[in-house]
């Protein structure tokens, strides 16, 4: 079957991936699940960081459906990632599910998070419950799970037998539906209705589980009333949430709710030399540059260019170097460099200033023109992976010195001129969401 499985996969993903990765995997199929056998911890982070879908979607195209897929090291010792995924057991009150890397230590703070930082640093003081509950909301991949697990971290570091509990709203939905099915909602309730902090993630997941969202209620509730410690994440705005319960909506609103925003590129460089570091990576600053330039909206995925980056380099013994990673993270980059064009950002800024789209390219110098002209020409610059000679052309044959200018003009406003820098922001947000 394991077999059948590669041949499968094979179809859809470059041989280099399944000859590096999955080839040197071993398959057992148990009773319950499929066991994959990697032989160092490199494949196996590789194999669940970005194999594992398409080894599902194979198998259950192949009329399979394996339990769960766990991908382990050597002789069958357990993943540590594979347990992540199974939550706390709901005896074992020590077990607060916290991932050790997720600390505010380790967060990276800039312009697009600050505020939710200090925020998670207010909610992670024991004294001071002036934000409770405290709600982090923002897109895919922001750093909402890591600042709420910080909280846990810290609150732990100031008292390690707190009770806390992290868990995902998914969890604590399939965790209630055991407990009702086995009859054990009452400890399922003394659980959650004990604990001093509860840090509850991606509360989206509530939206149109009702008994879930009832039961979480009166938790919620519970908790409020004794004073513990709440922190919710979910991936937009409550009440933008539909399916979610208007008396929810509002008690959220009790506390503090901040969002998280894609980071700018200053932060998405240092956000990768911190992983780097962390990650043993011997990443150069210019390459640093390159893969943030083009991976704007996702730390997730800045972290995955990192992941992929360190295998590769630990299997051909090469040194990271700009080339290097253009190859290695080909298919990756190639995504991220279809999103914006030169054609794309002019565009976009035309029709946000409400300008023609050849008056922007052409020569008039009014400053209602050529200040938009300015700004899209600093926004290629950041954006795409063209020279200031490409971007001149681009722009009805311009000098590339003319970009240059732009590009310090725009710099050199933003820094002065609010309003400037807002429609630079808003301009790349759209661009690169
Ligand atoms: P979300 O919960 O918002 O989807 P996560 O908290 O899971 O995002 O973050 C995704 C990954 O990016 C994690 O590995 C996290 O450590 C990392 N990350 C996000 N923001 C930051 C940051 N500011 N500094 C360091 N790491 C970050
Ligand atoms: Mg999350």
């Given at each position: 079957l394991w077999q059948r499985c590669l041949s499968h996969i094979e179809t859809r993903l470059p041989e280099k991936d399944v000859n590096l990765w999955l080839r040197p995997l071993e398959a057992h199929f148990g009773e319950d699940g499929l066991d994959l056998m990697a032989p160092n911890e490199v494949v196996r982070d590789q194999v669940e960081r970005e194999l594992r879908a398409p080894i599902a979607n194979a198998l259950s195209e192949l009329g399979e459906q394996p339990r769960r897929i766990r991908v382990l090291v050597g002789g069958g010792r357990r993943s540590e990632a594979a347990e992540i995924d199974e939550g706390p057991a709901l005896t074992d009150t020590k077990r607060h599910n916290l991932d050790s890397r997720y600390t505010f230590e380790s967060f990276v703070q800039g312009k697009s998070n600050q505020i939710a930082r200090a925020a998670a640093e207010q909610a992670a003081d024991p004294e001071n419950m002036a934000y409770n509950p405290l709600l982090i909301y923002g897109g895919v991949g922001l750093g909402k799970t890591h600042l709420m697990q910080s909280v846990g971290h810290r609150l732990l570091a100031n008292n390690p037998r707190a009770r806390i509990a992290y868990v995902r709203s998914e969890h604590f939905v399939n965790e209630m539906i055991t407990a009702i099915r086995h009859n054990r909602m009452d400890q399922f309730?003394?659980?959650?209705?004990?604990?001093?902090?509860?840090?509850?993630?991606?509360?989206?997941?509530?939206?149109?589980?009702?008994?879930?969202?009832?039961?979480?209620?009166?938790?919620?509730?519970?908790?409020?009333?004794?004073?513990?410690?709440?922190?919710?994440?979910?991936?937009?705005?409550?009440?933008?949430?539909?399916?979610?319960?208007?008396?929810?909506?509002?008690?959220?609103?009790?506390?503090?709710?901040?969002?998280?925003?894609?980071?700018?590129?200053?932060?998405?460089?240092?956000?990768?030399?911190?992983?780097?570091?962390?990650?043993?990576?011997?990443?150069?600053?210019?390459?640093?540059?390159?893969?943030?330039?083009?991976?704007?909206?996702?730390?997730?995925?800045?972290?995955?260019?990192?992941?992929?980056?360190?295998?590769?380099?630990?299997?051909?013994?090469?040194?990271?170097?700009?080339?290097?990673?253009?190859?290695a993270l080909y298919d990756m980059l190639a995504v991220y460099d279809r999103l914006v064009t030169l054609e794309n950002i002019q565009k976009t800024v035309a029709e946000y200033f409400k300008i023609r789209l050849a008056d922007l390219l052409g020569k008039k110098r009014t400053r209602s023109i050529a200040r938009p002209r300015q700004l899209a020409m600093a926004l290629a610059k950041e954006l795409t992976n063209h020279s200031l000679p490409e971007i001149g052309q681009g722009f009805g044959g311009r000098d590339h010195t003319t970009v240059l200018h732009a590009c310090r003009k725009v710099k050199e406003l933003r820094e002065t001129d609010t309003r400037m820098d807002e429609d630079y922001v808003n301009l790349s947000r759209i661009l690169t969401s």
């Open positions: 309730k003394e659980h959650y209705r004990t604990l001093e902090a509860l840090l509850i993630d991606d509360i989206q997941f509530f939206a149109n589980k009702d008994r879930s969202q009832e039961e979480f209620f009166h938790t919620f509730n519970s908790l409020l009333e004794a004073n513990q410690r709440i922190v919710i994440t979910c991936d937009r705005f409550p009440k933008e949430v539909e399916g979610l319960e208007d008396r929810l909506k509002s008690r959220f609103s009790w506390g503090l709710s901040v969002a998280v925003e894609p980071p700018e590129l200053e932060t998405r460089v240092a956000i990768l030399l911190s992983k780097a570091e962390a990650h043993n990576v011997d990443l150069p600053q210019e390459v640093a540059f390159f893969i943030a330039k083009r991976v704007r909206s996702n730390v997730r995925d800045l972290e995955g260019a990192l992941h992929r980056l360190k295998a590769s380099a630990q299997i051909t013994g090469a040194p990271i170097t700009v080339d290097f990673a253009k190859q």
